[in-house]
């Protein structure tokens, strides 16, 4: 399983980004998503996720309200639409697939750099 974020870029606090996430496989639609992120200096942090069929989700505080992930289980793709963005979303965002039946994540993509300026 191969995971291939993109969609990242410099954007003015207030903005809108979507990043999107294409996975390999024949195995997605078995898989849980999750979005996570990681900026300068710090760990790396939860940020979104999503149940296989896309029923449930779930999001950190910091981005509730402002943040949505939604997936496309026919196109092997997950999404995660940011909104009104802050400064303080400036972190490299990196999607991630659970292992199957699973709520463990297993495989990670290599990231996708956010910068939101004031």
């Known amino acids: 399983v191969q995971l291939q974020a993109s969609g990242g870029g410099l954007v003015q606090a207030g903005g809108s980004l979507g990043l999107t996430c294409a996975v390999s496989?024949?195995?997605?639609?078995?898989?849980?998503m999750g979005w996570f992120r990681q900026a300068a200096g710090k760990e790396r942090e939860f940020v979104a996720s999503i149940t296989r069929r896309g029923a449930s989700t779930y999001y950190a505080d910091s981005v509730k309200g402002r943040f949505s992930i939604s997936r496309d289980n026919a196109k092997n793709t997950v999404y995660l639409q940011m909104n009104n963005l802050k400064p303080e979303d400036t972190a490299v965002y990196y999607c991630a697939a659970m292992r199957e039946y699973s709520y463990e994540y297993e495989y990670w993509g290599q990231g996708t750099l956010v910068t939101v300026s004031s």
């Open positions: 496989g024949r195995t997605f639609s078995n898989r849980g």
